[in-house]
């Protein structure tokens, strides 16, 4: 019997009906002869809720506690789920990231996975338990409490499916599939049957929200064949129907695959813009700049430094919008008169859009294209990224909607298979 881990995220957790769907879902791999682990989220909105009530009381929480909060969202989860299986007469077991444990780093909001101990799962599995782990969390060598970050359940489910050497990861989520772009943007957008490994991970990490970039990570270093489906169809669909929809990451790059020179355009909102002005160019001063930015655990994205200038430069670089002020904090106290710059200026209203494809590598004038794309269209381009198979832009916001579409359409993603 195969080993198969399901993933099911917030939405598909989101009320004790869609529960029960999971659970009938669940009963029917079982039934089939699989092992199955079940690695829930906290129900939608409940992360949210449980935060907000902790800021509600402080301004600036502490995170070891903050963790201890949001950990219970997941731990209502599997709870539930337990007795939805049980009543179905399905065997099942809860169980929290301590109790497996699941061994993390102390990095509390933002911890890593180090280790996952398989003794007590395992013994349930061979007894023919159904086993539901809580993502999104673990526990660090103190015995704290951690959660991994926002979407951290994705990267619990693969961790987990690695550890026990699960035959697949099936992510269960509201949408059925890996897409050329968000549709609610592109109504043209198509589901992609396969992607691989390499053009997952770089739309994650440029703002594709159906995986968390570390959960493809994961995927990746211990090769976990990963599925994204569709947990609102029919629960009691046949298996051998089900398992071939949604989106399959593959490790190996086809014929079909180097055909298509664009995977997808990815975006993200949440960009925030630093820029230093007339810093003295000088060796180190881009560590000078970006180590204290490091040390506060703020993770930069792209980094522009301009030609120097009389002895001086400008330096550029993006955060998560959501740190934009903790990093000008750092900045204005430990940076800013350290290194002798003029101005420290910010901006909060600019976004990250890429083009993404493995087809990159044999193909040429891709980011021609899209600079000229980007220009037809009436929008400036303010830094530039690229690597093998991607080429990200930051612009300003308001175009956001119109560079996607346009890019969708000028790289032919909107054209049936």
């Known amino acids: 019997m195969a080993l198969i881990v399901h993933k099911y995220g917030g939405t598909s957790m989101g009320s004790a009906e869609r529960i ?44 070891r506690e903050l963790d201890m909060i949001a950990a219970t969202g997941e731990q209502v989860s599997i709870g539930l789920l337990a007795i939805a299986l049980k009543d179905l007469g399905v065997a099942a077991r809860s169980y929290t990231g301590w109790q497996v444990p699941i061994r993390t780093d102390s990095a509390y909001t933002k911890a890593r996975i180090e280790a996952i101990d398989a003794t007590r799962v395992n013994t349930d599995l061979a007894e023919g338990t159904v086993v539901i782990i809580a993502g999104f969390q673990g526990i660090d060598e103190s015995n ?48 992609l049957k396969v992607i691989s490994f390499e ?93 204290p930015v490091a040390e506060a655990n703020i993770d930069v994205d792209m980094i522009i430094q301009n030609q120097s200038v009389n002895g001086t430069t400008d330096f550029s670089f993006t955060v998560h919008r959501t740190e934009l002020d903790k990093t000008l904090e750092v900045l204005e106290s430990k940076v800013k008169s350290q290194i002798g710059a003029r101005e420290i200026r910010a901006d909060a209203k600019v976004a990250k859009v890429s083009a993404v494809g493995i087809g990159m590598r044999s193909h040429v004038g891709i980011a021609a294209q899209m600079f000229e794309t980007l220009f037809d269209e009436g929008i400036n381009i303010q830094m530039i990224s690229t690597s093998e198979i991607k080429i990200s832009v930051i612009i300003d916001d308001k175009y956001l909607e119109l560079a996607v579409r346009a890019l969708h359409k000028a790289f032919g993603l909107d054209q049936p298979d």
Not at 47 to 62: F, H, K, Q, V
Not at 153 to 167: E, G, L, Y
Request: charged share 25%; net charge negative.
């Open 144 to 191: 704290n409490i951690t959660t991994l970050g926002r979407g951290g359940s994705d990267t619990s489910a693969v961790a987990v499916a690695a550890a026990f050497k699960a035959q697949e990861c099936l992510i269960y989520t509201d949408v059925d599939g890996v897409y050329t772009t968000d549709p609610r943007i592109v109504s043209e957008a198509r589901r």
């Open 199 to 291: 053009e997952m991970l770089e739309l994650a990490s440029l703002g594709s929200k159906v995986l968390q970039i570390r959960s493809v990570e994961f995927a990746g270093k211990y090769r976990v064949p990963t599925r994204v489906l569709s947990s609102l169809t029919d629960p009691l669909m046949p298996i051998d129907e089900e398992f071939k929809s949604g989106t399959l990451i593959t490790f190996e790059e086809d014929e079909n695959m180097e055909q298509a020179v664009i995977a997808g355009i990815a975006f993200n909102r949440d960009e925030g813009k630093i820029t230093l002005l007339q810093v003295p160019d000088r060796p180190g001063v881009a560590f000078q700049i970006l180590g």
């Open 20 to 63: 029960k769907n999971v659970a009938r879902r669940v009963a029917k791999w079982r039934a089939a002869g699989h092992h199955i682990i079940v690695v829930p989220s906290a129900m939608s909105g409940e992360t949210n809720r449980l935060l907000g009530l902790a800021r509600e009381i402080s301004e600036r929480p502490d995170p």
